[in-house]
């Protein structure tokens, strides 16, 4: 496709015919997000790449779904703008609206959630709806734009997005703190996050991850230890007051002194190795693949949730390398695993489930932002109870026929 009237017509031919229809964006989605249950026709978004408009004053930009990050970064650069949201991948922007996805910068920025302002949707009869107008805010009706952000493609097709941009900071200074034991790092991001800091960035890596990184990014001057990763944003003084008070908490739980940068080329450096952080969990085992997963709890019981789950990992016998956006009480870990091993791939599977039961008992979710596509769908009814029911007649009232990327979300 090409416009959003390409995807309409092909939408209302496969209305007619009730034919399946997958959406796909550039494939970086991790839960089968895209995988054609029910075989049918892919709508192919790629293509559409046009940024539409750019409002320096009102700053927001409009663009077709197909659009990525960096490209839109790269169109933005010399207007002194940005879009801070970075799921780690070069995703596309109409995959991130439709994923929910967030990123490094979520502490500071929000996730799509917050920075999506209206969409252009191709409903399952073929119509092309606009979700809300360019107002910051609106009371007049039911909130679409919320509604299909998050939907994975299961109500609806997502042509073009109007996202909030930023201006770029005067000043960005990045810092890697190094501790000696796993809760000692994540209780200081709990108190960084409680006293109220507008950190930008604060991504914690475990000593398996770390130590991975530094021999696949070659980092150098770094020991394999829990590690936190930061970004200050704002003005020089703004940005070196909130690194200060940072490097205080830090000191208290044991923090190693700050190794600070603020040239670009070391920033990009160290936030690529960030960014490369599956690549070189999978070099730890050849010949394995990774299976990722991910959940989000309250800050407060952050601590908890990653302890239990990384003794429950060394039972298992299983490497799997742990990373999160510590800032929002989001974690991940990577399975490294031999996928024609079915022991493994068995034991793997019930460490995440166990996991997520593990966050939902801490008032968290089952996915923090990678979506439920059908990997993780059985865990719905245990975070939502009676509310799948709402779920299931909003699917049921938007796509009667079952025709939008069924299987996922919720089972009809």
């Not at 997958?22 to 989605?29: M, R």
């Not at 200060?244 to 600070?260: K, L, R, Y």
């Not at 719905?380 to 699917?395: P, V």
Request: charged share 25%; hydrophobic share 40%; with cysteine.
């Amino acid at each position: 496709a090409t416009s959003t009237e390409d995807v309409a017509e092909v939408v209302k031919i496969c209305a007619d015919h009730k034919f399946p229809i997958v959406p796909f964006g550039v494939g970086t989605s991790l839960e089968g997000n895209i995988a054609a249950l029910k075989g049918g026709i892919c709508v192919d978004l790629s293509m559409m790449n046009e940024i539409l408009e750019v409002n320096e004053e009102d700053l927001d930009v409009k663009v077709q779904a197909g659009v990525t990050r960096k490209q839109l970064n790269d169109f933005l650069r010399d207007t002194g703008l940005f879009f801070p949201i970075d799921p780690g991948a070069d995703a596309s922007i109409g995959g991130m609206a439709a994923t929910r996805a967030s990123g490094t910068n979520a502490v500071r920025y929000g996730t799509m959630r917050e920075n999506v302002l209206s969409l252009t949707v191709v409903t399952a009869d073929g119509r092309i709806v606009q979700t809300a107008r360019r107002a910051r805010k609106s009371a007049a009706g039911y909130d679409l734009t919320r509604l299909f952000v998050g939907s994975e493609g299961t109500l609806g097709i997502i042509t073009e997005i109007r996202l909030k941009v930023y201006g770029i900071p005067e000043s960005i200074t990045s810092a890697v703190c190094q501790f000696e034991d796993l809760e000692s790092a994540v209780n200081t991001s709990i108190l960084i996050v409680q006293t109220g800091i507008p950190v930008a960035r604060m991504e914690l890596l475990d000593d398996v991850q770390m130590g991975a990184c530094i021999t696949y990014s070659k980092l150098e001057g770094y020991d394999e230890k829990p590690t936190i990763f930061f970004e200050f944003h704002g003005t020089e003084t703004g940005a070196k007051e909130q690194a200060e008070t940072v490097q205080a908490i830090a000191e208290e739980f044991g923090g190693s002194a700050f190794q600070w940068t603020s040239k670009m080329e070391d920033r990009n450096k160290l936030w690529q190795a960030r960014h490369d952080a599956y690549y070189a969990a999978i070099a730890l085992r050849s010949g394995c693949q990774g299976w990722a997963t991910d959940v989000c709890v309250p800050v407060s019981r952050l601590a908890e949730c990653i302890n239990e789950t990384k003794d429950d990992l060394e039972e298992t016998g299983l490497i799997s390398p742990l990373v999160g956006h510590v800032g929002d009480g989001n974690f991940h870990m990577l399975y490294i695993v031999d996928p024609n091993n079915q022991e493994e791939m068995a034991k793997a599977q019930a460490h995440s489930d166990r996991m997520v039961m593990r966050a939902l008992e801490m008032g968290g979710t089952c996915t923090g932002e990678h979506g439920v596509g059908y990997g993780k769908i059985h865990f719905l009814t245990n975070e939502h109870g009676d509310a799948m029911s709402l779920m299931r007649s909003l699917k049921t009232a938007f796509d009667p026929d079952n025709i939008m990327n069924p299987g996922k979300i919720v089972n009809i």
